[in-house]
């Protein structure tokens, strides 16, 4: 989905964030997230650094630095950020004007991504489904919800929502 926006709204930028969890493999310091230790994590909180910022159940924490948004702003882009809900609320209030997008996966489908990913354990799979289902009791705090029960489609539906949002 993030792709997808980035490929077809020229001007959104990926607000990258920094994260106390393992890279995994491919992934690339300063382009999939800043990795960081929870010392450095720690350290920035205390500084005021963040925008949003939170602590997974599994015992990660990941956030937006606000350093992300002046990088994208100086070069006359418009930030996307990919968060999860409690961050997503943050900005909003925030950020007034921030448009914020709830993108609602069935479950079995979660499950099935996740799985086929093969990067966390079967323990950590059920916590981030049980969050899931949690955090869907919230979406209609969002701007939007969007349905990603077919990729091509949901990611469709959020490029006409951004672009609608980006002509205002």
Known sequence: ???MLLDRVSRLRLA???TTRPRR????DG???WFVSDEQFDADLAAGAFLEYHRFPWGQRSGTLRSELERIAASDGVPLLELELNG???VARELPGATTIFVDAPLSELERRLRERATESAGQIEERIALAAK???LA???DYVVANDERERAGRECVAIVERELAR
């Open 135 to 137: 955090q869907r009791e």
């Open 16 to 18: 990258v964030s920094a």
């Open 25 to 28: 493999p491919g992934e690339l």
């Open 140 to 142: 209609s705090l969002f």
């Open 1 to 3: 989905m993030v792709k």
């Open 88 to 90: 997503s609320l943050a």
């Open 31 to 33: 382009v999939d997230y």
